[in-house]
Every structure is written in C-alpha cells, then in structure tokens.
C-alpha cells in the first residue's frame, strides 16, 4: 500500500507541475511533450529518491523549472523566456507553499499516521490548485505577458528565493510548532508584501502612461492644430490670389484694349511703362509661388507635409521651389504615415542646412518635387552646401551630425524606416556639385512579380 501510494503520488505531482506551467505559460502540450516530460520527472525523481529530506522538493523543484524553461524556450522555441520562466516560479512557489503548508499542519494538530495525510494532501492540494488555476488562467496568463510582466517575474523570483531560504530551514529539522508558524507567517507577510508592491508600481506607471499618453495628444492637438491654420492658410491663399488675378485679368482685357489704341497713335512705349509699373504694384511674385503645383497633389496626407513645409520655408525666408507635374491622385500602396515621416525628416534636413548655410553668410536654396511615372511614386530634395559632406555610410550613422545642438538621427531614421520596406523604396542621396540629393523611390508591391 505504502508503495503504491508513494508511485501515485510521484505520477500525480509530475502531471500537475506539468500542467500548471503549461496553464500559466500558455502552452498546449502533444502527446510526445507529455511522455518526454513525464519521462524527464521520472529521472529526476530517481535521482533524488536517496536525499530522503524535504530540502530534496526544493532541489527538484529548482530542476524542473530550468528543464522545462529549457525544453520549451531552446528545443521548442515556444513563447517568450519571460512567461515561461514566470510559469516555472508560479508552480515552483506553489509546490514549495504546498510543503510549508502541511509542515504547518503537522505542527499544530496531532497526526499519528502521518504518511497518509501526507499523500492525502499531496493529492487534494495540488487538484484544488489546479482547479484554481483553470478557473483564473486567463487572468494569470494576462499577467505574465503584459507591459508589466518583468515587473512580476522579478517579484515571483524573489518570492521563490524566500520559498526556498524558509523551507530549507524549517522542513528538515524538528523545529519548535512557534518557530515554524513564526517562519510561514513571515512568507505569507512577503507575499503580501510584494502583492502590495506590484499593485502600487503597476499604479504608478499606469499614471505616467496616462501623463505621456495625455502629453502625446496635446502635441498632436497642436500639430494639427498647426496644420489645420496651414491648410486654412492655404486655402484663403488661393481664393485671395483667385480673385486677384480675376481683378487683374479684367484690368488687362482693358489695358491691352487701351494698348491697341494707343499703338495706333504711336505712343506704346509709355503705355508699357506704365503697364509694368501696375504689375509691379498688384504682385508679390514670392507671394504669388509660395504653395507652387501643391493644387496637384491630391492624396492629402503628401499635400499636408508639402504645405507644412512649403510654408516653413517661406517662413524662414529660404529661397525654395517645390513641383509636381503630372497630377499625383494615386500612389502604390504602402505605410503613409512611413512615406510622410521620411518627407518631413528630408525637409527638415534640407531646412536646416540651408539655415546654416544662411548663418555662414551662403545663399540657402531648396528644391523639391513630386514625380510620378509608370505607377512609380518618386520624392526628390536637394539644397544647398557650403562646404565638403561626409560620405553616405557615415550621414547615416545614427549621432552623426553637422549641426550644432542636433542629435543627428535624421538620415539614419529614414534608413531604419526604408530597411522596413525594402523590397518596395529605394533611397539614394548623397552631395553633388555643390548640393546634397536625396530621392526616395517608391515602388509597387508586385514589382518583383511584374519582372
């Protein structure tokens, strides 16, 4: 009977620890997972079945969290080494809080067939657990994979270090009822302990993500709120410059009228004069260029950086020139906000060097266009420099820069963005004669196919 009830024990005890962690890991086992971990408890039962000690449960506890850590994360490369070793120390705890528990009660109440009970609870405890497990699975797993998971893990570690100093001390010896209830209650005021700790850290970053989250929103409120006085701009821009040249066109109709006449008599040299002197006075010729071809672009997000941009430009008094000829309606497909970010990132670079250049006493100027042909999508920049550039490799090193107070991350951004979009844009840039070019290709999705 004695041994039959010590096989029954051993094969239950491996079945639950087997089953808990792949509760709390997430895991669904096959048949082979189940026999080659059975098999692994097996020996590593045998092995320790001559440390007849309670310290032996914590030397197999130990072993079977790093075996089955090891058996998922390196041999079956499922889920992440977190979780995994968070499932390992949750089971760990409860086997080790299992022994405690029993040691307590052998402590306190007078049990002459001790090894009964002993295999009774081995058996009604880990199933009660277990049932527990089922039930909150979801919510334990939700723990182990969530922002504050590492968190957790490094709680659960040191709470199965407590497990282990405790009952390396008091499950070996006859230690006083006093000193064993003294020691469990100390583990279970850890726990607590930590429960309360995690509970306020989770509290405390869940209030800084809230205050970043709310930062966030308010820049991007004033972005937009940016962009939207942009396009307002813009839009009044061209109804005023519309009907200028309304006004302009009706006055023209009457001075060419005027001119014919005029040009009869002989006196057109003095019309003209006077034709270009009104024209001088009713255009501001920059004025008149400042949104140049962006009424072509017609996909918004590329119309709304061109305008930003455009607008900054004219704002800095920058010489510039922006195209777009064919009209652009339609783009491959891809990330916009990607596309968009690697735009903005070349403008403001192009901003920058021009600023510079202008401090140094240069003549800063920016050229830039939109370009569309065969279903191609193709964004080119290029400003002016005042001097030697380094090479390509080392522009796009992240920290390198030319400018002061800069944290030279632009360049290597846009190539971080593009190695995500490999097979679809090409990049190139690089000075030139006195210019620094940067063109950035897109192509459509199926042009590997097309070829």
Not at 169 to 183: N, Q
Not at 413 to 419: A, D
Request: proline share 2%.
């Amino acid at each position: 009977m004695t041994l039959f009830l010590q096989i029954l024990v051993m094969i239950f005890s491996a079945v639950i620890d087997i089953w808990l962690f792949c509760l709390f890991a997430q895991i669904k086992l096959s048949k082979l997972d189940w026999l080659f971990l059975l098999a692994l408890e097996a020996v590593l039962s045998v092995a320790l079945s001559n440390f007849q000690t309670y310290s032996s449960l914590i030397y197999e506890t130990g072993l079977e969290i790093l075996l089955f850590c090891g058996y998922f994360y390196l041999l079956k490369k499922a889920g992440r080494f977190r979780q995994l070793l968070g499932a390992g120390l949750l089971f760990g705890i409860i086997s080790l809080v299992i022994q405690l528990s029993m040691k307590v009660l052998v402590s306190l109440l007078p049990l002459p067939k001790y090894f009964y009970f002993d295999a009774f609870m081995n058996l009604i405890l880990p199933l009660a657990i277990l049932i527990l497990v089922i039930w909150q699975r979801e919510r334990i797993a939700s723990l182990l994979t969530d922002a504050n998971s590492s968190i957790l893990v490094s709680l659960l570690a040191y709470l199965y270090f407590v497990c282990c100093t405790i009952g390396a001390y008091i499950l070996d010896d006859k230690k006083p009822t006093e000193v064993v209830l003294l020691f469990f209650s100390l583990l279970v005021f850890q726990a607590i302990f930590l429960a309360v700790i995690y509970r306020e850290i989770v509290h405390i970053q869940r209030q800084l993500l809230d205050q970043q989250k709310q930062e966030a929103l308010a820049r991007q409120k004033q972005l937009l709120v940016k962009e939207n006085e942009q396009l307002k701009e813009y839009a009044d821009y061209l109804d005023q410059n519309e009907d200028e040249l309304r006004r302009f066109k009706h006055d023209y109709q009457n001075i060419l009228l005027s001119l014919k006449v005029s040009a009869e008599k002989g006196g057109s040299q003095a019309l003209v004069k006077e034709l270009e002197k009104y024209t001088s006075s009713q255009f501001d010729q920059k004025a008149l260029r400042k949104y140049p071809d962006v009424n072509h672009v017609k996909i918004p997000e590329l119309k709304s950086i061109a305008i930003a941009k455009l607008a900054k430009l004219y704002n800095e008094k920058i010489d510039y020139s922006f195209g777009c000829e064919p009209e652009i309606s339609q783009i491959p497909q891809t990330n916009l906000l990607d596309l968009v970010r690697i735009i903005g990132i070349a403008f403001d670079n192009a901003i920058e060097a021009s600023q510079q250049l202008k401090a140094l006493g240069g003549q800063g100027r920016v050229e830039a266009m939109y370009y569309q042909e065969g279903g191609d999508f193709e964004f080119m920049i290029r400003n002016r420099i005042g001097g030697p550039v380094a090479d390509s490799d080392q522009l796009a090193q992240a920290g390198y820069t030319t400018k002061e107070a800069h944290a030279g991350l632009g360049l290597a951004n846009v190539k971080e963005i593009v190695s995500q979009h490999d097979e679809q844009m090409l990049l190139d840039y690089g000075p030139e004669d006195g210019w620094f070019n940067f063109s950035l290709t897109l192509l459509p999705e199926n042009v590997e196919e097309e070829i």
